[in-house]
């Protein structure tokens, strides 16, 4: 296996649910990005695992194909290729996994496992040509809000993370994508609540927060209140979800960005820290974007959001974590086995 010495180049791949991405870092520089977002599951409202597995096999090679064709370089050029191990479902997984083995082995240099959660928390750190991006200082936490995950973690160093609070049962996002499921929206549901409750008036309906000691979170009660709610009213009023979909959008949004955000208040106040991230697919509303911005004028907080691409499931935030793992030499054997649940 080689090392090269001056400038380090990683390929980045992540398989881990519907999303078949590569992308290329030079540095710490991003020099190329790309994602294959499978259309198939739409039609399901939801992911399908085998359709998902067998979607990865027929994209990955072109993918890699264009993240090293964009990024201007060439396969012998490249320092080591980091994968997504897990979480995420096995047969997508294995995808990657199997690629990024293949590839190393041929070309004799490192290979470097990377955990999707830990990705996503780096993906803050990615530095853009020409761009002076600001990045924050260590210890700062981080809410990371996914379609799997709602966690608050406190980030002491690249590699070093500590889960100070997380959902105990359904994500932020899974909140999202179900409500969003029993009133007909698309799938998945986040974007298209969104939409919907910009004219909606987000008071106009109240759900029960939950009751959950410390920086937890839980996000099963709302949705079956939503459910029920929708249910009681569907009794009187046939189109009473079509009639107040935009309020019942801003509604649930506003209150799902309410829980969140009572957490990471009560955690930054716990820990008298002031520079706080946002991650993970969720961090692309904009309610949750203003209500973090609002936040850091009246707490005096800095707040760090990574740009749109890096907050969903993408491979540059693959490719920065493996640079960081690189730097530290911290390489997988050829005997890695991706996992479909693992923890920070
Ligand atoms: O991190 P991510 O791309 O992948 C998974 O964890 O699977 O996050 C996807 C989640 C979905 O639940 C989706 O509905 C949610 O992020 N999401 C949003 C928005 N954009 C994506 N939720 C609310 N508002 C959005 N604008």
């Known amino acids: 296996m080689t090392t090269k010495n001056s ?28 994602v294959s977002s499978q259309k198939i599951h739409e039609e399901y409202g939801g992911v399908v695992p ?16 264009l993240a090293i064709k964009r990024a201007g370089i ?26 990024a083995k293949g590839f190393t082995l041929a070309s004799n240099i490192p290979l470097i496992e990377v955990n ?29 809000v996914s379609g799997g995950n709602s966690q608050i973690i406190l980030v002491h160093d690249y590699l070093r993370m500590e889960v100070i609070g997380q959902t105990i049962d359904d994500a932020a996002g899974e ?26 008036d987000p ?22 209140s939503f459910l029920y709610f929708l249910r009681d009213n569907l009794k009187e009023d046939k189109n009473f979800t079509e009639n107040n979909l935009s309020d019942l959008c801003a509604s649930l949004q506003y209150v799902i960005v309410e829980i969140l955000m009572n957490k990471l208040r009560k955690a930054a106040k716990q820990t008298g820290i002031k520079g706080i991230a946002l991650a993970g697919g969720v961090s ?8 973090m911005h609002n936040h850091a004028k009246r707490y ?19 490719a920065i974590t493996g640079y960081y793992k690189y730097l530290k030499g911290e390489f997988a054997g050829q005997d890695s086995v991706p996992f479909a649940r693992t923890k920070l």
């Open 175 to 200: 909140a999202f994508d179900k409500c969003a499921k029993v009133m007909g929206l698309p799938y998945p549901g986040g974007p298209h609540i969104q939409k919907m409750a910009m004219s909606g």
């Open 203 to 224: 008071h106009r309906f109240s759900f029960a927060k939950p009751r959950i000691a410390g920086l937890d979170y839980s996000f099963s009660g709302l949705k079956t």
């Open 74 to 99: 060439s396969k012998k050029d490249i320092s080591a290729v980091a994968f997504t191990r897990g979480p995420g479902l096995l047969g997508s997984l294995l995808v990657g996994t199997s690629f």
């Open 7 to 34: 400038e380090v180049i990683i390929l980045g791949i992540e398989s881990s649910c519907d999303d078949t991405a590569a992308a290329i870092i030079r540095d710490g520089f991003i020099l190329s990005n790309v």
């Open 284 to 291: 692309a509303n904009m309610e949750l974007r203003n209500s």
């Open 300 to 318: 005096g907080w800095n707040v760090y959001i990574p740009k749109f691409e890096y907050t969903m499931d993408n491979a540059a935030m693959i």
């Open 116 to 144: 999707h959660l830990e990705g996503h928390v780096l993906a803050i750190f990615i530095k853009e040509k020409e761009k002076s991006t600001d990045h924050p200082a260590f210890p700062f936490l981080c809410l990371l």
């Open 50 to 65: 085998e359709l998902a597995s067998r979607a990865h096999q027929k994209n990955i090679i072109p993918v890699v194909d």
